[in-house]
């Protein structure tokens, strides 16, 4: 079970609306943008389900907002309201601006806030857990992914800056994180390496999962 401190924390999960051939595109010459775009919907849901089961206060964060949402985002509205989970956009030019706002947005109602991406579905609860209680004594977790980025980042603590002049998507995402933050101070800790899908054998790994 969560620790007492459960009402002081808050999951942000980030996710792309699903719209075809803008989501998951690296999976498109194996799945086609069709394929693609049924898959981004599987990962999306499978990860609210293990933040859900986490027993932490879950938001879902949309990558921006929209006049009217897409047909193929009903299944994951659906999903989001019957959980009773508050809806938020992301605000930002970059990955790093949109999650340094959402969270110093987060500290300023809650003592500690992680935000997960919705291709990450190795972040299961216990993942999640391990997390919140490293913030306990530090001001910045991560979880490092196989692919030289991270698959959740939480913080207690933000400072200006923090985030910036990071070469998102690329092998040196949480080597410049790491050097970064060091730089200005701020104490980090180093969860397990787990994977996130944006390969098409990323893909057959999760299909691989027992489904529980």
């Known amino acids: 079970m969560p620790d007492t ?13 699903p719209e075809e051939g ?3 595109t690296r999976l498109m010459p194996v799945l086609g943008a069709s394929g693609a775009l049924d898959a981004h919907v599987t990962l ?9 089961a986490s027993g932490y206060t879950v938001q879902f964060w949309w990558d921006r907002e929209l006049e009217h949402a897409p047909k193929e985002a009903g299944v994951i509205v659906q999903n989001v309201k019957s959980a009773g989970l508050e809806q938020k956009f992301q605000q930002g030019a970059t990955l790093g601006e949109r999650m340094f706002r959402a969270l110093q ?7 500690r806030a992680l935000v997960i991406g919705s291709d990450c579905p190795s972040v299961d609860p216990q993942y999640v857990r391990q997390a919140v209680a490293l913030l306990a004594d530090c001001d ?3 979880g490092p992914s196989d692919d030289g980025g991270y698959v959740l980042i939480g913080a207690s603590r933000m400072v200006p800056g923090m985030l ?20 200005l101070g701020l104490r980090v800790r180093l969860l397990e390496p787990r994977w996130d899908v944006d390969e098409p054998e990323d893909w057959a790994r999760f299909q691989r999962l027992p489904i529980i």
């Open 5 to 17: 401190e459960a009402p002081k924390t808050v999951l942000m999960q980030f996710a792309k609306w």
């Open 22 to 24: 803008r989501v998951k």
């Open 44 to 52: 999306t849901l499978a990860v609210l389900d293990n933040l859900c």
């Open 105 to 111: 947005a987060s500290l300023e109602t809650h003592s």
């Open 140 to 142: 910045v977790v991560l």
């Open 164 to 183: 910036d002049d990071i070469q998102w998507g690329t092998v040196r995402v949480m080597e410049q994180t790491c050097e970064r933050m060091e730089r």
